[in-house]
């Protein structure tokens, strides 16, 4: 696959440079790895973070509609039987004869990949991941780690309407983790077990649900614009019937090139009134509200964005892959938006041998630092093997403090992209990269 930055990305480049420079290892490495969960080093946090904030900030605080939750991940049992998922929540699943490995049916061509020997029959599977809470392990005590956060956004509608009395249309939205016991991990973060999804639950009038629908076909791409992933390698899916989610009347999948192929980054989906009226029906709570003064309550139904965190990541790592040449040599970097960049400046002393040079390095790191938290340090190896390690974690600009700083107090900043140098005055370092935090 060739990104928009002309680059040949593999899966191989993707998870090796992840690994190297800190992002993303596998779960559980030193005793072999558990298949379909991976760690986050600290830029990975904190590439994760600024996601998040950016959805957060677009979605809920620049927004007078939505209310923000974070409920528990552990549910009760009734949650995900009103919902449909312990009886519809299913993959198919075969089981291959000869070497007993499973897989998903639909991912298999008749034969075992890995023996060739021929598979039992269908059966399905669900993906919940059940557990028992407290100390007795029998019927009554089995619960559910939710398989999408949606849930603890309607279970909390009731709340949110009594709390603050919103009108119609208003969104509740979730940030958390996700758990799906899927038949076949896959492709690195693409197919996970344990996921964090980024959700609205917009509540409508039953007639709005269209052009509600509209508006957030456009917010999220507006999101996919804002942390940098490419456009064009961004493609719309109507859902045909039979093949949307049991609870969805319409679905648009926003798919991604991934360099395994096109497939899923995010959906949009028209939930109607179904979990409202189901969680209604199972729990006895009336999950309605009086919109406009002197009409009758009514159920609202649901238009549901739904981003999944991991998906976003590697789009973003796919999307910024960057390999060229500069100065004669060949280099990678990661040409990340500068707002979802991990760190935001390197600053480093011309020669970590010269304690003048340090000294100034330090003062304008510890004063920087105070305005913009996510700088680095960087005093390791020469500055131009310190330029390349910024370069593969996309870091938008490196500050050198050289011998002319302790003369007339500028520094050079030297861009990512380009490679080109300036001299800037130390005092407008700040201002220069505030902007790049999004502050
Ligand atoms: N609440 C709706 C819902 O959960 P979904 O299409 O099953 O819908 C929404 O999931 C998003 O969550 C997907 O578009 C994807 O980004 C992410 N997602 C789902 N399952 C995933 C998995 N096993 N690994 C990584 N991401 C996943």
């Known amino acids: 696959m060739q990104n928009t930055n002309m680059t040949e990305v593999t899966m191989e480049k993707i998870v090796s440079l992840a690994k190297r420079r800190g992002f993303i290892y596998p779960g559980s490495e030193i005793y072999g790895g558990l298949s379909g969960t991976w760690d986050y080093g600290p830029l990975g946090v904190a590439l994760k973070n600024n996601i998040k904030n950016i959805w957060w900030k677009m979605f809920v605080d620049s927004r007078d509609d939505m209310y923000g939750v974070d409920a528990a ?42 023996c060739g020997g021929s598979f039992g029959d269908v059966r399905q599977f669900n993906m919940m991941f ?77 007639s709005e649900w269209e052009k509600a629908f509209e ?15 490419s456009r ?28 395994f192929g096109r497939k899923e980054l995010c959906g949009l989906a028209y939930r109607t009134d179904f979990d409202l009226s189901a969680h ?81 390095a330090r003062e304008i790191y510890t004063a920087l630092k105070k305005d913009v938290p996510q700088i680095m340090w960087d005093d390791n190896g020469n500055i131009g093997k310190r330029y390349r390690r910024q370069d593969e974690i996309g870091t938008p600009a490196c500050i050198t403090i050289d011998f002319q700083t302790l003369e007339d107090g500028t520094v050079t900043v030297r861009d990512r992209d380009t490679g080109a140098q300036e001299r800037r005055h130390a005092s407008d370092l700040s201002g220069l990269i505030a902007p790049h935090a999004g502050l």
């Open 232 to 259: 064009g390698a961004v493609h719309e899916l109507e859902v045909p019937d039979g093949e949307r989610a049991h609870y969805s009347k319409r679905t648009i999948d926003f798919e991604f090139d991934f360099p």
């Open 73 to 114: 991940i552990l549910m009760h049992a009734r949650v995900w039987e009103a919902s449909g998922h312990v009886n519809g929540f299913q993959d198919p699943l075969v089981e291959c004869k000869k070497c007993k490995r499973r897989f998903r049916a639909d991912q298999t061509k008749g034969k075992c990949p890995e």
């Open 280 to 360: 209604t029906k199972a729990s006895g709570a009336a999950l309605s509200m009086v919109d406009r003064e002197g009409e009758p309550p009514i159920v609202p139904h649901v238009i549901e964005p739904s981003f999944g965190l991991e998906r976003t990541v590697l789009a973003l790592l796919a999307s910024a892959y960057t390999e060229d040449e500069l100065g004669g040599e060949p280099r990678t970097f990661l040409k990340f938006n500068s707002k979802v960049a991990p760190i935001k400046a390197a600053v480093f002393p011309l020669l970590k041998n010269k304690p003048e040079l340090v000294a100034k």
């Open 215 to 229: 508006e957030w076909r456009k917010q999220v791409l507006a999101f996919t614009d804002a942390v940098g992933i």
């Open 130 to 206: 059940k557990t028992h809470v407290g100390a007795a392990e029998d019927e009554s005590s089995v619960s559910y780690l939710r398989p999408e956060t949606a849930g603890g956004i309607f279970v909390n509608f009731k709340n949110i309407v009594d709390s603050f009395h919103p009108r119609l249309p208003f969104g509740i939205a979730q940030i958390g983790k996700a758990f799906r016991n899927e038949i076949a991990p896959r492709d690195f973060l693409f197919r996970v077990r344990e996921l964090e999804q980024m959700e609205v639950e917009y509540f409508v009038r039953p």
